[in-house]
């Protein structure tokens, strides 16, 4: 059975700092990876996502996530946040075969002080 | 840009009642999801559907039926509700590709069972 972990519940950064929001996973295999955003009252919205190629994947708002099949992470970055990141991030992983569920993480909640 | 909308967006509903929640996606996507949100468990699969007249079990999908008349529509069904079903429920459409499967999601309906 995969998993998604994300051992961080709450990150709080101030706005202009760098922030690594970390996801870690347990699958064997090819994998999809995923991160979402969820802003306070509405639904999901797709970041970025990787499934070969450049470990280094870009997303949308200046975020980018990293690959690593020797640690399991998949951690979403970016550089300078803005107030308006404040959001849950969600990591999720897909099974390549068979069924294309997406295992979600709990979520980790970014609060950006002004 | 995708665009899934969900109804109602509020449900009060008492114990024993029947309740339907309606999600339409303009996306002409095959894939259709539902899920709900609880906190510290993330999202979690109630039932999923790959094009009209499918409806598979998800990860939770006991006390909720599915149904999919159409490639638009995809309905959650709690044919006698109870207040653990107290939630806010996702709708969500995707299909899937070489490069994984990027889910779209509806606003949430927001579920209170008395």
């Known amino acids: 059975t995969q998993t998604v972990s994300q051992s961080d519940a709450h990150v709080t950064v101030f706005e202009g700092d760098s922030v690594e929001l970390r996801c870690n996973y347990s699958?064997?295999?090819?994998?999809?990876l995923s991160w979402y955003i969820q802003h306070h009252g509405h639904g999901l919205q797709f970041l970025l996502k990787y499934y070969s190629g450049n470990p280094v994947v870009q997303g949308v708002n200046g975020f980018e996530a990293e690959f690593s099949k020797s640690d399991s992470s998949f951690h979403l970055r970016k550089a300078s946040v803005h107030w308006s990141d404040s959001a849950v991030y969600f990591c999720?992983?897909?099974?390549?075969?068979?069924?294309?569920?997406?295992?979600f993480g709990s979520g980790t909640q970014l609060t950006v002080m002004p | 840009e995708a665009a899934v909308t969900q109804s109602p967006r509020n449900k009060v509903a008492v114990t024993g009642g029947k309740v339907t929640l309606s999600c339409n996606q303009t996306n002409n996507h095959n894939n259709m999801y539902w899920y709900r949100q609880d906190t510290g468990h993330g999202l979690r699969l109630i039932h999923y559907s790959y094009g009209a007249g499918s409806t598979e079990k998800g990860d939770i999908p006991d006390g909720y039926k599915a149904s999919r008349p159409s490639q638009e529509n995809f309905s959650l069904i709690l044919e006698l509700a109870t207040p653990s079903q107290t939630s806010v429920y996702f709708c969500?459409?995707?299909?899937?590709?070489?490069?994984?499967?990027?889910?779209?999601f509806g606003p949430g309906t927001r579920l209170l069972v008395l």
């Open positions: 999720a992983v897909r099974q390549s075969s068979g069924s294309w569920q997406l295992i």
């Open positions: 969500a459409s995707g299909d899937v590709g070489a490069s994984g499967d990027t889910q779209y």
């Open positions: 699958y064997g295999g090819s994998i999809y």
